[in-house]
């Protein structure tokens, strides 16, 4: 079965450039997460997007964007990179419906390792 | 707010020994989700289980066994008979709906389980 896939797998860069990381979900699903996952940290929510509309948004720095783009991918923007940006990005994806009394399934890529000198 | 504890940092057992692992969580929603993730060295998260507020009935799966307590928000894990590729961090999350019914996962910050032959 098709899973998420992100590529690149592993990303480095020096500080003050610019990253971008892209998510492509499973088929069909229309929802997107990005987790940021600090060394020897938990996994922290940095936004979602749901039919390519911004759905939650968590602690995403402002030099940070996303997109959901018409096909269901999802791409994360990081400017001006810091030394805490070296982390490692997890991606998940889900079937939409977002009623208060529905859960949908998460399903995580492999991640990216972006490691920033 | 929603809150995950994982008071155990790490934990050292030798193969074969039973290992429980601690999660306590909060939440106002009458309706959420709990999880357990294991993540091995390589990085990848691998989902385990999840249980709806609904269901207190304890899960058992091979060795792997799950107690969930609502009188005292608590969803504990044990492995019995414990081997060396249990070897991992394991994170217990908590997902709404929250508001807005979005389904953001909130991690716990992780024990580090070290099986030693």
């Known amino acids: 079965a098709a899973g998420v896939i992100q590529s690149p797998r592993h990303l480095i860069k020096e500080k003050r450039e610019t990253a971008t990381l892209k998510c492509y979900p499973i088929?069909?699903?229309?929802?997107v997460y990005w987790y940021q996952q600090g060394p020897g940290q938990d996994p922290q929510f940095l936004i979602s997007?749901?039919?390519?509309?911004?759905?939650d948004k968590g602690s995403i720095p402002d030099r940070f964007s996303a997109q959901q783009f018409s096909d269901y991918h999802s791409e994360l923007n990081m400017s001006s990179l810091e030394l805490g940006d070296s982390a490692l990005y997890f991606c998940?994806?889900?079937?939409?419906?977002?009623?208060?009394?529905?859960?949908?399934?998460?399903?995580f890529g492999p991640g990216t390792r972006l490691t920033v000198l | 707010a929603q809150k995950v504890t994982q008071a155990q940092t790490e934990i050292s057992v030798v193969e074969k020994e039973d290992v429980t692992l601690d999660c306590v969580y909060e939440?106002?929603?009458?309706?959420?989700?709990l999880f357990w993730y294991k993540q091995p060295p390589s990085g990848e998260l691998v989902f385990l289980i999840r249980?709806?507020?609904?269901?207190?009935q304890n899960e058992i799966s091979g060795r792997y066994s799950w107690n969930f307590q609502k009188s005292t928000s608590s969803f504990n894990f044990t492995i019995t008979a414990s081997q060396v590729v249990d070897s991992a961090v394991y994170f217990c999350?908590?997902?709404?709906?929250?508001?807005?019914?979005?389904?953001?996962?909130?991690f716990g910050a992780g024990t580090r389980l070290a099986v030693h032959p």
């Open positions: 249980r709806n507020s609904f269901d207190e």
């Open positions: 997007f749901y039919e390519k509309m911004q759905s």
């Open positions: 939440t106002r929603d009458t309706t959420y989700y």
């Open positions: 088929p069909r699903h229309d929802t």
């Open positions: 999350a908590l997902s709404g709906p929250f508001s807005g019914g979005y389904n953001k996962l909130i």
């Open positions: 998940a994806s889900s079937l939409g419906g977002q009623g208060a009394s529905s859960y949908n399934e998460q399903f």
